[in-house]
Every structure is written in C-alpha cells, then in structure tokens.
C-alpha cells in the first residue's frame, strides 16, 4: 500500500519530507493540507493527527506525526542510501547531533523572518517595526554563526562528504528568510557553497519546485485566510507587534 503524505509545502518540514521522499523514489500519495485555510483544523485531518499539525503520514492503519520520526520511517521502510542515516554509530551521531541542535537554533529563529515581514500582516493587518526583524536577524546570525563554526566546519557536508537528513532539515529552514527576501546567505561563503553543494545532491529542479510556493511568498497576500483561523491567531500575533 502507497503511504499517504499530508503535506503543505509553506512548511519547512513538509519540504524536507517531499524532498526526501521524491528524491528517493518513495512512492506516495501528496494529501495537500493547505494551513492558511486552516484544512489542518479539519475533523478528517483529525483522524490522521490529532494534534491538527502537518506533516502525517499514514501508511495503511498505521499514522505517525513529527518530521523527524516520518524522515525515519520512511529512511527504514524504503532501505534509502546509508548516506541519509548512517549506519556508523559516530556518523549518525552526528545527524542527532544536529537534529537535536536545531530546533532551538536554526527552528527557532529562521521562520520569525516569514511571521514578521509577510503572515503578521496578513494576520493582523499591521506591520512590524523594523527593529524587530533586525533583532531576529541578529539572533539568526548567532545561529548561522555557530551551525558553521560547529556543524559545517570545512566539510561539503555536515556529516562528511556526502548530505545527510541533518543537511536537509537545515536547508528547508534557512530557505524560509530567503522567501520573505532576507539574505541570510550573505557574507557567509561557506554557506553559499554548501546551499549549491545540498540543491545539486537533491537536484536542483527538485529543489526550486518543492520551494516554488515560499519563494513566491509575497503572493500570499492574495489569500484567503480562513476566518475562523485569523480569529484565533490575530490576539497571539499581536503580542509580538509589542
């Protein structure tokens, strides 16, 4: 049976997951879960996750929430290249490593630079001060700093010479400031080269399609939020603009 991904591709995980899968000739099914209209708060998409959260899957009966653990399943289900997940015990340290740090680093700070330049007006239909994306931008660039310093280093990729889960969860996070046209990669040449070095390990045609939407996100202005989900979030969002 072809497992099922519910996904939207605005999401940094759900690009991971489609890039991974797509690049490893995963079979499966795009269940396209689209967040701003607030699909993900549906009684269907309930019985997949019930934590109303994207990326699920479901493989027959079976459903699995988080990104990290869907990567997984899927990197054992479908026996995908060792590169991915290494079996050495230190090389998949490593991706722990990383998975482990990035959440509270890269996670964190990269997508505040979408909120404040493009869905907080949306939301709210304020704009954000220009200080407050600069302090995202300082507090991003103590990430970018320590992610090379620590986990690049000089080596093509974070593990060693071949990419890794722990290069493609990175890269789908850092492509979120680009799409709210923040060059993150200036000045960081290492970077710049290991940014080309993960597109040609996936391919570059797979890469711009699954980031085509973010990369366009000045167009999400033009959407139609659902009402109920604008409800809920305007109150939060605007705590942010203090």
Same mark, same amino acid.
């Given at each position: 049976?072809?497992?099922?991904?519910?996904?939207?591709?605005?999401?940094?995980?759900?690009?991971?997951?489609?890039?991974?899968?797509?690049?490893?000739?995963?079979?499966?099914?795009?269940?396209?879960?689209?967040?701003?209209?607030?699909?993900?708060?549906?009684?269907?998409?309930?019985?997949?996750?019930? *934590?109303?959260?994207? %990326?699920?899957?479901?493989?027959?009966?079976?459903? /699995? @929430?988080?990104?990290? !653990? &869907?990567?997984?399943?899927?990197?054992?289900?479908?026996?995908?290249?060792?590169?991915?997940?290494?079996?050495?015990?230190?090389?998949?340290?490593?991706?722990?490593?990383?998975?482990?740090?990035?959440?509270?680093?890269?996670?964190?700070?990269?997508?505040?630079?979408?909120?404040?330049?493009?869905?907080?007006?949306?939301?709210?239909?304020?704009?954000?001060?220009?200080?407050?994306?600069?302090?995202?931008?300082?507090?991003?660039?103590?990430?970018?700093?320590?992610?090379?310093?620590?986990? *690049?280093?000089?080596? %093509?990729?974070?593990?060693?010479?071949?990419?890794? /889960? @722990?290069?493609?969860? !990175? &890269?789908?996070?850092?492509?979120?400031?680009?799409?709210?046209?923040?060059?993150?990669?200036?000045?960081?040449?290492?970077?710049?080269?290991?940014?080309?070095?993960?597109?040609?390990?996936?391919?570059?045609?797979?890469?711009?399609?699954?980031?085509?939407?973010?990369?366009?996100?000045?167009?999400?202005?033009?959407?139609?939020?659902?009402?109920?989900?604008?409800?809920?979030?305007?109150?939060?969002?605007?705590?942010?603009?203090?």
């Amino acid at each position: 049976m072809v497992v099922e991904l519910f996904l939207d591709l605005l999401s940094q995980p759900c690009r991971a997951l489609f890039i991974f899968a797509k690049k490893n000739n995963i079979p499966f099914v795009f269940k396209h879960v689209e967040l701003l209209k607030g699909h993900h708060h549906s009684e269907e998409f309930g019985k997949v996750n019930v *934590l109303k959260k994207v %990326p699920a899957l479901k493989d027959g009966a079976f459903t /699995l @929430a988080e990104s990290t !653990a &869907i990567l997984l399943y899927l990197s054992r289900k479908y026996n995908t290249p060792d590169h991915w997940y290494p079996s050495d015990i230190q090389k998949r340290a490593r991706v722990d490593e990383y998975l482990s740090w990035h959440h509270t680093n890269i996670r964190t700070n990269a997508p505040k630079t979408l909120w404040i330049k493009v869905l907080i007006p949306l939301f709210t239909g304020q704009k954000l001060p220009p200080e407050k994306l600069q302090e995202v931008m300082d507090e991003l660039a103590i990430s970018l700093k320590q992610f090379e310093e620590k986990f *690049l280093q000089d080596k %093509p990729f974070i593990v060693g010479s071949e990419i890794s /889960l @722990a290069d493609l969860v !990175a &890269i789908v996070e850092l492509m979120q400031p680009v799409g709210a046209d923040c060059n993150i990669f200036e000045g960081w040449p290492k970077l710049v080269a290991w940014r080309s070095q993960v597109e040609e390990a996936v391919r570059k045609e797979l890469f711009q399609g699954a980031h085509e939407r973010i990369l366009n996100a000045q167009d999400l202005r033009k959407v139609q939020i659902d009402p109920q989900m604008k409800k809920e979030m305007k109150p939060l969002l605007l705590k942010m603009l203090k």
